[in-house]
């Protein structure tokens, strides 16, 4: 079994490349940081015996995001899993105080990345006549939240794209799902604030909130339902979380 996995340095990605590993799967992980990935491959080899590919590219470009996959070797083309983890939330304002730039960032890497990517590994996975594409949507993509415009309009896009997919890929037995997770205290919220540490500690101070490894179990657990079970679409929150914005704090 062969799993392809975006946004695979850090947080979630990580993770989700860590538990497959530790079941036996082979990966594809992709990502802007040759660095980390380079560093992964050789621990996740190391560990777990399985094979690694790695892919350093800019999911925001398509000719990078064509030229990774459609070079592939014929046997790193049967990707049985898609995990469309990479996506990003700059900055945090109204929408009359927006910056254009941290809009084009999200919309070109949490939509039109994801779009690129499936575009071109559906098609392989339409070939293989088998395939299970798991989209990590986000609590923004169900509900709205005070100076969130931008990026919550770019989860609620995965959101209905989960949908589209599942009728457009049905007639060739592709699974497709979607989890959204709640708070998870990950890098989000550095790349949300440019680096501000301090301003990014303040978001899960006094919090309880879930771990990237929280979300990778649920991704391998929905991956490994028997072939005639699909999971639609799956919300994770911490127990401290109720909506997207209302949380018990100590």
Aim: hydrophobic share 45%; with cysteine; proline share 2%.
């Amino acid at each position: 079994m062969l799993v392809f996995i975006t946004g695979a340095t850090s947080g979630i990605g990580k993770s989700t490349a860590e538990i497959f590993a530790k079941n036996g799967y082979d990966l594809i992980i992709t990502g802007r940081r040759q660095d980390r990935l380079t560093a992964l491959k050789e621990i996740l080899e190391s560990t777990y015996k399985i094979q690694v590919l790695d892919l350093c590219f800019d999911i925001r470009r398509l000719n990078e995001v064509e030229q990774a996959i459609l070079s592939l070797s014929a046997a790193h083309k049967k990707i049985d899993i898609l995990v469309n983890n990479a996506g990003l939330a700059a900055g945090l304002s109204t929408i009359q105080d927006g910056n254009l730039l941290h809009w084009e960032q999200m919309i070109d890497t949490n939509i039109k990345g994801l779009l690129y990517t499936t575009k071109f590994i559906s098609n392989l996975m339409i070939e293989n006549k088998k395939g299970h594409i798991i989209n990590i949507g986000s609590i923004a993509g169900k509900e709205v939240y005070a100076n969130g415009n931008v990026y919550c309009a770019t989860k609620h896009a995965v959101d209905a794209l989960n949908k589209a997919m599942r009728i457009d890929l049905l007639p060739h037995q592709i699974k497709v799902t979607a989890i959204n997770p709640g708070m998870v205290e990950t890098e989000f919220s550095i790349v949300r604030f440019e680096g501000d540490e301090d301003r990014a500690k303040k978001v899960y101070a006094g919090l309880h909130p879930l771990h990237p490894n929280d979300v990778a179990e649920t991704i391998y657990w929905v991956a490994s339902r028997p072939a005639h079970v699909n999971i639609n679409d799956l919300v994770i929150m911490p127990s401290i979380q109720a909506s997207a914005t209302n949380v018990i704090r100590k």
